[in-house]
């Protein structure tokens, strides 16, 4: 059974910084594609980037661009999601995600596997 666990998440001022990190276990992670997923009070859940099974490709929706980076250690089987600059857009719940068939900007559907979520909450 593949488990994915976030941790990370909290209070944070606009402009501050904050490191998500996620541990999978079960499975074997380095043919997972990995992303992570947001959701706002009120709102869809959205990707906010994705990286591929070998680490080499990340893809992010255009609002994180240049402030959020993500990747991912497969010895360790962890995937993390720095985040900087961070605005009170940005507050939501985020997911860690694992897919065996996504790419780039799959949608959620296309995720086998989740974890709880995480709140982060971008406030002055």
């Known amino acids: 059974q593949v488990q994915l666990v976030e941790s990370g998440g909290g209070l944070v001022q606009p402009g501050g910084s904050l490191r998500l990190s996620c541990a999978v276990s079960?499975?074997?992670?380095?043919?997972?594609?990995m992303a992570w997923f947001r959701q706002a009070p009120g709102k869809e859940r959205e990707f906010v980037g994705g990286?591929?099974?070998?680490?080499?490709?990340?893809f992010y929706r255009d609002s994180v661009k240049g402030r959020f980076t993500i990747s991912r250690d497969n010895a360790k089987n962890t995937v993390l999601l720095q985040m900087s600059g961070l605005k009170p857009e940005d507050t939501a719940v985020y997911y860690c995600?694992?897919?065996?068939?996504?790419?780039?900007?799959?949608?959620?559907?296309?995720?086998?596997?989740w974890g709880q979520g995480t709140q982060v909450t971008v406030s002055s």
């Open positions: 079960g499975g074997t992670f380095s043919n997972y594609y």
């Open positions: 995600a694992g897919s065996r068939a996504a790419t780039g900007y799959s949608g959620s559907s296309e995720y086998d596997y």
């Open positions: 990286i591929s099974r070998s680490g080499v490709f990340t």
